[in-house]
């Protein structure tokens, strides 16, 4: 079984340009999560989907961040513009729905210079 | 708001030793607890979930327990190996399905 994929692994931006991470949870997955890790802290959750839909997006700065996952399936999250403490590593993770065991992909890691 | 501490932050045992990770959450009322071990620049691997009306968990050398009313769980590892070495993670789902991580412990078992 394939596990969950992400794109880039890295990537390297100058602050106020804008960046874009792509994730595609394990087949059948309907639930799917980004994270964002900072050196040195857990993981903190941006944005839970259920299918094509938003189950908890408290914890996004929706001024800069945003997130979609538009067939339920892939999933795409965009900063714009980024800005220095957004350095950190972004995590996507899927479950299936009503197990809620997550299994996680290897992450972007982003420096904003 | 949920807070989940982990304590220690960071241990460093010699090969052989058993010892306890210690995870505690402040809000009672959560759906499950999952334990993640994180390798230096990898992501996240699953390695016990627990239910919120389940008491413990195995799989192999690992033990992980749940005590809801306390808000404390712990990871047991048994006879631990420099492969053990890690970011050791817990991870609370509460009320909305909200999920909520711990700094973790970063563990170090000396040969």
């Known amino acids: ?113 | 708001k949920q807070e989940v501490t982990q304590i220690p932050a960071a241990l460093s045992v010699p090969e052989g030793e058993n010892l306890v990770l210690n995870c505690s959450f402040t809000d009672s009322a959560i759906y499950n607890l999952q334990w993640f071990r994180q390798d230096p620049g990898k992501g996240l691997t699953s390695l016990l979930l627990i239910q919120s009306s389940q008491r413990e968990q195995t799989s192999g050398r690992l033990n992980a327990s749940l005590d809801k009313s306390s808000g404390r769980s712990t990871l047991y590892i048994a006879a631990s190996q420099p492969g053990d070495s890690a970011t050791y993670l817990c991870a609370v789902r509460g009320g909305y399905q909200k999920v909520t991580f711990g700094t973790g412990t970063k563990l170090q078992v000396i040969p």
Not at chain 1, 34 to 40: A, S, V
Not at chain 1, 76 to 85: D, G, H, S, V
């Open chain 1, 1 to 113: 079984e394939a596990g969950v994929a992400q794109s880039p692994r890295y990537k390297i931006i100058e602050k106020r340009q804008s960046v874009a991470f792509w994730c595609n949870p394990i087949s059948g997955h309907a639930t799917l999560y980004w994270y964002q890790q900072i050196l040195g802290q857990g993981p903190k959750l941006l944005i839970q989907f259920q299918n094509n839909g938003v189950v908890d997006d408290s914890q996004l700065p929706k001024d800069r961040f945003s997130a979609e996952r538009l067939k339920g399936v892939d999933s795409t999250l965009k900063i714009q513009p980024a800005k220095l403490e957004d350095s950190a590593v972004y995590l996507c993770a899927s479950s299936l729905a009503g197990s809620y065991e997550q299994y996680f992909g290897p992450g972007t890691r982003l420096t904003v210079t």
